[in-house]
């Protein structure tokens, strides 16, 4: 199976074509103002229409007004959103379009049960759990707290960098990857040799 790879925290157009080149599938563009990553809506505009028939482009929120998301839908319809704080399944399924929702983990939960909260899902994706950061903390979660979960698919996210990548996968059996701080030179900037290193070992792991 081909992981989904996904490269968090674009703030440039150059970014994106870097990260199209080096053969991710997708990238995440913040809209959350508290992130060093966040972007004007204008700016992600910008690299939406650069990029997104080149790759998936996805919008990630953070507990923000239905209004604020439904613009950013409207400019940029071709999107997943992903929302990564506590919203609720019906606030998630309101707009009535594709989304990922992070589930920030720090005990062992069930997946399937999650799955049922958030009916329509396009897809979970699994985070480390930070109580004042919402993704891109660097850090991993403990592996063994999903090991009952890797039947169902997943996105696995939280510290993953091209030099754990490989024991990640050794150990987690997911759908896809998601990287930001394990791939940059600082937080608004890519390193795209660490992007093609990152991008590599996941599509080693299948051959």
């Known amino acids: 199976m081909k992981h989904l790879i996904k490269i968090c925290g674009i703030t440039s157009v150059e970014d994106a074509e870097g990260v199209h080149l080096a053969g991710a599938d997708a990238i995440g563009l913040m809209m959350y103002k508290n992130s060093p990553r966040s972007l004007e809506m204008d700016k992600a505009k910008e690299i939406y229409d650069a990029i997104n028939k080149k790759l998936q482009v996805v919008l990630v929120f953070v507990d923000q007004a239905e209004d604020y998301v439904g613009e950013c839908l409207e400019l940029m319809p071709n999107t997943v959103s992903q929302f990564h704080g506590s919203e609720t399944p019906t606030y998630c399924k309101s707009f009535k379009h594709d989304f990922v929702k992070a589930i920030n983990v720090k005990e062992e939960f069930n997946l399937e049960e999650a799955y049922e909260e958030f009916l329509g899902v396009k897809i ?19 592996w063994e707290l999903i090991k009952n979960s890797q039947k169902l698919p997943f996105i696995l996210a939280g510290g993953l960098n091209p ?32 992007v093609e290193r990152f991008i590599k070992k996941v599509r080693e792991a299948h051959d």
Do not use: P, Y
């Not at 030099?163 to 900037?189: F, P, Q, W, Y």
């Open 124 to 142: 979970l994706l699994l985070d480390s759990f930070n109580a004042d950061k919402f993704g891109g903390t660097g850090t991993t979660f403990n």
């Open 163 to 194: 030099d754990n990548i490989e024991l990640a996968l050794s150990k987690v059996s997911c759908t896809g990857v998601d990287t930001s701080s394990g791939v940059e030179s600082h937080s608004r900037k890519k390193d795209l040799h660490e």
